[in-house]
């Protein structure tokens, strides 16, 4: 996406900031900079990392229908990543889907955007208007 100028609003919705590591993160906020016009605003929402170190567990099995699917979350924090080692048990048969994601604080998102003139609006902790802290399962930023 090489756009300049073209929208009045973006949005980066749920944990899809968690596809990308820092170095992709801060080209994705260039682009998205870069889109915007004057005066428009990106509506920035992912999980906090702070709150979803309180959530991990050894692991969780669900079950529906008979069929299983089991996580087991690490925490790297070095790289800052979960990696979960998720297997699927349906009509018997297994199958394994590991995959990682990045998690970001409030800090880490603040330093990356600072590298462009955005303004920030709002911050806040959820999707009802939440305070940010400790407590908070997301970051929302809008700017």
Same mark, same amino acid.
């Given at each position: +996406?090489?756009?300049k100028? /073209?929208?009045?609003?973006?949005?980066?919705l749920?944990?899809?900031?968690?596809?990308?590591? @820092?170095?992709?993160? +801060?080209?994705?906020?260039?682009?998205?900079?870069? !889109?915007?016009? $004057?005066?428009?605003? !990106?509506?920035?929402?992912?999980?906090? @990392?702070?709150?979803?170190?309180? /959530?991990?567990?050894?692991? /969780?099995?669900?079950?529906? /229908?008979?069929?299983?699917?089991?996580? @087991?979350?690490?925490?790297?924090?070095?790289?800052? &990543?979960?990696?979960?080692?998720?297997t699927?048990?349906?009509?018997?048969?297994?199958?394994?889907?590991?995959?990682?994601m990045?998690?970001?604080?409030?800090?880490?998102? +603040?330093?990356?955007?600072?590298?462009?003139?955005?303004? $920030?609006?709002?911050?806040?902790?959820?999707?009802?208007d939440? &305070?940010?802290?400790?407590? !908070?399962? @997301?970051?929302?930023?809008?700017?």
């Amino acid at each position: +996406m090489d756009l300049k100028n /073209e929208f009045d609003l973006t949005y980066l919705l749920f944990n899809t900031l968690g596809f990308f590591d @820092r170095y992709d993160c +801060m080209v994705l906020f260039k682009k998205i900079y870069d !889109a915007l016009k $004057v005066g428009s605003r !990106a509506f920035i929402d992912t999980k906090n @990392r702070d709150y979803i170190l309180k /959530e991990i567990k050894d692991y /969780e099995i669900f079950e529906k /229908e008979g069929n299983f699917m089991i996580d @087991r979350i690490q925490f790297d924090p070095i790289t800052g &990543t979960t990696t979960n080692y998720r297997t699927y048990i349906k009509e018997g048969k297994q199958t394994q889907t590991p995959f990682t994601m990045y998690f970001y604080h409030y800090s880490d998102l +603040m330093q990356m955007i600072s590298s462009f003139p955005f303004k $920030v609006i709002k911050i806040l902790g959820g999707w009802k208007d939440e &305070t940010l802290d400790q407590n !908070a399962r @997301r970051i929302i930023l809008i700017l």
